[in-house]
């Protein structure tokens, strides 16, 4: 299966939505100086990642449905293989997990949210010359 060219490669590795080549983040995920901060552009093909002033404020919906997701998932889980569901453990396994993968939830996000309106391109590269 090839997944170089799809958007779930752009999305799994945080990559340049139209050349899967570039880096979509200024720094690493968990770097939290810099919390998932976008770059300005793709450093392979140039593309600019800011169609307007304050464009990744809709990647916050995306972020409430990877929440949601992955809340119900460790609901589900919990239920699985739990003889006894118990309100509070489940509470406290969804903290952990929110807070553990915050940075993680976000860029998803972001990435998600940029590949909503920016398409993998083949000929990128005889545009960008």
């Not at 995920?29 to 990744?56: G, I």
Request: glycine content about 4%; proline content about 3%.
């Amino acid at each position: 299966m090839k997944l170089k060219g799809s958007k779930l490669f752009s999305i799994l590795f945080i990559k340049c939505p139209q050349c899967h080549e570039g880096k979509f983040l200024e720094r690493k995920v968990y770097d939290l100086s810099a919390f998932t901060k976008v770059r300005k552009s793709c450093p392979v093909c140039k593309m600019n990642y800011h169609m307007e002033p304050s464009f990744y404020y809709g990647s916050m919906y995306v972020a409430y449905a990877l929440g949601v997701g992955l809340m119900v998932g460790i609901i589900l889980l919990n239920l699985l293989f739990s003889s006894e569901f118990s309100f509070l453990r489940t509470f406290w396994m969804i903290c952990v997990a929110l807070i553990s993968l915050a940075p993680l939830l976000n860029a998803w996000a972001k990435i998600i949210w940029a590949n909503f309106f920016f398409h993998f391109k083949t000929e990128w590269k005889s545009k960008s010359k």
